[in-house]
């Protein structure tokens, strides 16, 4: 925006006297100034520049479409919807600033004014945007980063595994035993199936950031109590991860649970996350990763407990953040650092909560609580 350090101001002002008078004091300090008369045409001169202007200053009271009428145009475009406005408006006239103040204006500078009072206000809007736009361009910055790590790593490395084992298929198919071609053929599932989950969950984390999965939830969600069969079949899944670190997946389901609301194929996601986290952290073989549903006053719990690495206290505000990593460079076998923001979603969706105790080096233990259903509430599900 501008050219240079040069800021790029519109002028929106009826009063020709007045507009020239704005455009002289901001021209004579460095500032490119855009002018119009009315909304329509601050529209116009909008439409026409490459690039938004940096600022826009604006009475309230013109022809054609007021300052009001103007700012709600620009707010409705996503590429103009930044840029910070300063109405302009007479002196006396409180219900226009609280107007302006409730709509989102960013300042308001009372006419009569003298040149200090409009650089002032120009030079702080500026000065916010800009900070406002480093911080953006941060975060940017760190997504762009945390997305490139995970596509060195998390896709590369399952992705390793299925193109080795399928070339030393095609290669030496003829001098392999039975037990080699199912030794790879069990390598290349499981790198395919690393890579099913990572491009599944980072669905989910679009459908549940966007509020889809929402939508999807509602109209999904069924009464469920199979609490045995959910987890048994998880325990299944991560059998072969579970040897491949030493340790044993165990179940135990109290007997009686009451039934909750669950979209089944979200909730056992979100599951399924903490239980790859649980086996991934284990680095203790021979200590199990326990699986636990029981009740607990309006709720069914299900706690999924491992006693391996366990997490630093000054990190445990941080883990449900998407792609957030406790030390990735060192543990590379963490994961893309979605699980625990898609544990997160998926249990506020249904109106549950999460908890996780975690002691540094012992283990640590996630506990999800999903609310009971009420007899009343059974045919609603």
């Not at 590369?156 to 071609?181: E, F, G, I, N």
């Not at 030794?183 to 509020?211: K, P, S």
């Amino acid at each position: 925006m501008g050219t240079g350090n040069t800021a790029t101001i519109l002028v929106v002002e009826d009063d020709m006297h007045l507009m020239e008078g704005i455009r002289d004091i901001l021209e004579l300090n460095g500032y490119r100034v855009f002018t119009a008369t009315n909304g329509v045409a601050g529209l116009e001169v909008l439409n026409a520049q490459p690039k938004p202007p940096d600022l826009i200053v604006s009475d309230i009271m013109m022809p054609r479409m007021d300052g009001y009428d103007f700012f709600n145009a620009v707010r409705a475009r996503q590429n103009w919807v930044t840029i910070p406005f300063i109405f302009l408006t007479a002196k006396g006239e409180r219900d226009d600033i609280h107007r302006g103040k409730r709509m989102g204006a960013e300042d308001y500078v009372v006419k009569p004014f003298d040149a200090d009072d409009l650089l002032v206000a120009v030079s702080a809007k500026l000065d916010r945007k800009k900070q406002l736009d480093n911080a953006w361009h941060g975060e940017v910055s760190d997504i762009k980063h945390n997305i490139l790590t995970i596509l060195n790593h998390e896709l590369r490395t399952p992705l390793t595994y299925v193109v080795a084992y399928a070339d030393m298929l095609h290669r030496d198919a003829d001098d392999l035993s039975k037990d080699d071609m199912r030794a790879f053929l069990r390598g290349i599932n499981a790198g395919a199936g690393r890579l099913r989950r990572l491009v599944e969950n980072f669905i989910l984390l679009v459908e549940l950031e966007t509020g889809e999965a929402e939508n999807t939830y509602n109209w999904r969600k069924r009464l469920f109590s199979s609490y045995e069969a959910l987890l048994y079949g998880i325990q299944s899944k991560y059998f072969d991860l579970a040897q491949e670190h030493g340790v044993e997946v165990e179940v135990a389901v109290e007997e009686n649970l009451l039934p909750v609301v669950v979209d089944l194929d979200y909730f056992t996601a979100a599951l399924e996350c903490l239980v790859d986290n649980a086996v991934k952290f284990s680095d203790k073989p021979g200590y199990p990763v326990q699986i636990q549903a029981f009740q607990t006053g309006d709720a069914v719990a299900i706690a999924v407990r491992d006693q391996g690495r366990g997490i630093p206290p000054q990190e445990l505000e941080n883990i449900f953040d998407t792609f957030y990593q406790i030390n990735r460079e060192k543990y590379e076998d963490q994961g893309a650092g979605s699980g625990l923001a898609i544990v997160d979603g998926v249990v506020k969706l249904h109106g549950g909560s999460v908890d996780v105790e975690s002691t540094f080096g012992e283990g640590s233990t996630f506990v999800v609580y999903l609310p009971v259903v009420n007899d009343g509430l059974e045919s609603q599900a």
